[in-house]
């Protein structure tokens, strides 16, 4: 029989739910987990070393959405996992039997998903799954970018910092590591599209791969200056891949 934490009790015991709670109990019953963890499974390692099973899909998945959500950095994630019981819930860790996966842990299934190009699968099921439950309203996207810092351990078969890794600076702080690249539904709030990077790619080269095609409006901030006038954009707005009367919502620079 499953035993339960006096921590995991007193969690339960509480009245008031957090904004973060509610907002994961939510994804908890949309999110279509299931068929996720299908397009995964068949690329997932069924056995990891001597001794030791590899983690659950559905549970790395859940950690790869929070990571997602809350734009945190693979060890940022893992600390997130030991600060909050509500995320512990989420991914399905007791503390009390078991340590949360490590920062390591992410950043190789992140790799696999990426090597497997099962990013935009998963994001294509979800919003598939949740446009028809009227849940993605689809006339505005919030555009935005996130630097994923690697572990500083991060090495490759020959002892070398990943190649498909590079430095970038943001405010005053260097990074090495990967970029996000996500596109949000202004309305609902929820993630529809993600690009990754290397760090050194900048954002607006990358909004067009942010844009579902059916969006009026695009709010971006200052790193995305200049974005209509884009190739890209110009070049999806000929072929009819997005609207062509998209109002472009970009913050100014500071100074400007």
């Known amino acids: 029989m499953k035993q339960t934490s006096f921590a995991s009790l007193e969690y339960a015991g509480k009245k008031r739910q957090t904004r973060r709670e509610k907002f994961l109990g939510e994804m908890e019953r949309v999110v279509p987990w299931s068929a996720l963890c299908g397009l995964i499974e068949p690329h997932y390692p069924r056995s990891g070393r001597v001794g030791r099973p590899p983690i659950g ?78 849940l993605l309203m689809r006339e505005g996207t919030l555009v935005d970018a996130t630097i994923i810092a690697a572990p500083s351990s991060t090495k490759n078969q020959d002892g070398e910092r990943d190649p498909e890794m590079h430095q970038a600076k943001k405010g005053q702080q260097y990074y090495f590591g990967m970029k996000a690249h996500i596109g949000v539904d202004a309305d609902s709030g929820l993630v529809h599209s993600v690009r990754v990077t290397s760090a050194n790619e900048s954002d607006v080269a990358n909004a067009h791969a942010l844009l579902h095609g059916q969006e009026r409006r695009v709010h971006g901030d200052s790193g995305y200056t200049g974005v209509a006038k884009r190739e890209e954009i110009v070049e999806a707005q000929a072929e009819g891949r997005i609207r062509d009367d998209i109002v472009w919502l970009i913050a100014a620079k500071r100074g400007a």
């Open 57 to 134: 899909v559905e549970r790395m998945l859940r950690m790869y959405f929070l990571q997602q959500w809350y734009s945190l950095s693979d060890e940022g994630l893992e600390d997130a996992l030991y600060d909050s019981q509500a995320m512990r819930e989420f991914v399905g860790v007791d503390l009390a039997r078991e340590q949360a996966p490590d920062a390591t842990t992410l950043l190789k299934f992140r790799r696999l998903l990426e090597q497997h190009a099962l990013t935009k699968a998963i994001f294509d099921k979800v919003n598939v799954h949740l446009g028809e439950r009227g």
